[in-house]
C-alpha cells in the first residue's frame, strides 16, 4: 500500500505540473492589412498592391494604389478602412495630395442616417445590439470570418469631382505567428475579401519584393506572372485569387527533429513503454523459474502500475523533448496535451490483461 499511496502522490504532482501547459490560442495576431470598404458612388477600376518585405521577415510596407472612378462629386467619404493594428503611421494620398484619416467616433453604430450612408448598402444590423457589422471572410468557402462594425473603421473625407482618381495607401505591418504545428509559421496576412462587396472587381496587380529577406517564402497566390516570388514577383489577376493574401515563412529543422516529429510523442512512449513491458514479463518469467512467488507477485504489482505511468509520462514529456530538439523555432504550445493522463484508470486494466496474456502462454510453453 505504501508504494501505490507514493506513485499515486507522484502522479498528482506531475497533473499539477500540467496544469500549467499553455492553453491560450495559438495564434498571435500581427497586422491584418486589408482592401477598403468602398461607397456606392465609386468603383475601382484597377488595384496595385505592393509588398515589401524586410530582411528579417519582421516587418512587410505596404503600398496600395487604387485606381477609381467617382459618380458622385463633392465632399464624400470614398473609402472605410478596417483598422487593425498598423504598426506605424497610415497614410493618404488622394491624386497625390495627403489627406487626413480619422477613426470612425464610437457614436456611430449605424451608416444609415449618419455621413456614412454611402456605405449603408452593404452593412447588416445586429437585431439585438442595433450596431452594423459586416462580415470580413477569411476563408475561401463557407463563411468563416470576422464581424467589424462601423466604429472599428477608419475614413478619411475628400471633395473631389466625379471622373477618374488614384487614392494611395501606405503602412508598416507586423508579422503573425502561429504556434499550432511543432514549428513556428510566421506570415503576413492582407485581406482581398472586402472586394466581395464592391459593385465591381476590375483587375488586381500584386507586386511582391523580397530580394532584402534570404529566407525561403512561400504564399498562395500560386506561380507569378513574372519573377521569382523568393526575390521578385509579379502577379496578375482579373478576379479575387484569395480572400486573405498569406506570406509565409517556416523555419527549416534538423533530421532528427524531422524524424521525431513522425514518430510523435505516442510513437516515442510506444517504443519507452513497449522495451518496459519485455523487462518486465522477462523478470516474471525469471522470478518464476527459480520459485521465488512472493517477489513474482511484487513484481507483476509494481510493473503493472509502472509500466502504463511510464508509457503515458513518456508521451507526455515526449512534446519537451522534440521542442528542445527543434529549438528556438520550436512553438513550444502545450495545448491540452496533459488530458492523456486521465487515460491511466483505463489503460491500467488492459495492461494487466495483456501482460496475464502473455505470462501465462510463455508459462505453458
Known amino acids: 500500500m505504501c508504494y501505490i499511496r507514493k506513485l499515486l502522490m507522484f502522479g498528482c504532482l506531475c497533473l499539477q505540473l500540467a496544469a500549467l501547459a499553455n492553453m491560450g490560442s495559438p495564434v498571435r495576431k500581427g497586422t491584418l492589412g486589408s482592401d ?26 505596404y503600398k496600395v494604389r487604387y485606381y477609381i472612378n467617382a459618380t458622385k462629386s463633392g465632399k464624400q467619404i470614398p473609402f472605410l478602412f478596417y483598422a487593425s493594428e498598423f504598426l506605424s503611421d497610415f497614410s493618404v494620398q488622394i491624386d497625390s495630395q495627403s489627406v487626413p484619416i480619422l477613426p470612425v467616433p464610437k457614436e456611430f453604430e449605424q451608416a444609415k442616417g449618419s455621413k456614412f450612408e454611402n456605405f449603408a448598402y452593404f452593412f447588416e444590423t445586429d437585431s439585438v445590439r442595433q450596431r452594423d457589422r459586416v462580415l470580413l471572410k477569411e476563408k475561401d468557402q463557407g463563411v468563416v470570418g470576422m464581424n467589424i462594425g462601423l466604429n472599428d473603421m477608419l475614413y478619411f473625407e475628400t471633395n473631389i469631382d466625379s471622373g477618374q482618381h488614384i487614392i494611395e495607401v501606405n503602412y508598416t505591418a507586423s508579422q503573425w505567428k502561429d504556434y499550432s504545428g511543432w514549428v513556428i509559421n510566421k506570415s503576413f496576412r492582407y485581406a482581398l475579401s472586402p472586394a466581395l462587396y464592391w459593385k465591381s472587381f476590375g483587375t488586381l496587380t500584386i507586386h511582391l519584393d ?98 502504463p505511468f511510464i508509457y503515458i509520462g513518456s508521451c507526455f514529456y515526449a512534446y519537451d523533448f522534440i521542442y528542445w530538439v527543434i529549438g528556438p523555432n520550436s512553438s513550444g504550445q502545450h495545448s491540452y496535451h496533459f488530458i492523456m493522463w486521465g487515460m491511466y484508470p483505463i489503460l491500467l486494466p488492459f495492461y494487466w490483461l495483456v501482460v496475464g496474456v502473455i505470462e501465462s502462454i510463455l508459462t505453458k510453453s
Open 36 to 61: 477598403p470598404f468602398i461607397s456606392q458612388y465609386v468603383t475601382i477600376e484597377h488595384e496595385d498592391l505592393y509588398i515589401t518585405v524586410d530582411s528579417s521577415f519582421t516587418t512587410t510596407q
Open 210 to 307: 523580397a530580394t532584402a529577406c534570404k529566407l525561403k517564402l512561400s504564399n498562395n497566390l500560386g506561380m507569378p506572372t513574372k519573377g521569382d516570388h523568393q526575390k521578385k514577383a509579379t502577379w496578375n489577376f482579373d478576379k479575387m485569387p484569395v480572400k486573405i493574401l498569406q506570406i509565409t515563412h517556416k523555419p527549416s529543422i534538423n533530421s532528427f527533429a524531422q524524424f521525431l516529429i513522425q514518430l510523435g510523442p505516442f510513437g516515442i512512449g510506444g517504443v519507452i513503454g513497449g522495451i518496459l513491458m519485455i523487462l518486465h514479463i522477462l523478470l516474471i518469467l525469471r522470478k518464476k523459474r527459480g520459485g521465488d512467488l512472493d517477489k513474482v507477485k511484487i513484481i507483476r504489482m509494481m510493473g503493472n502500475l509502472l509500466v
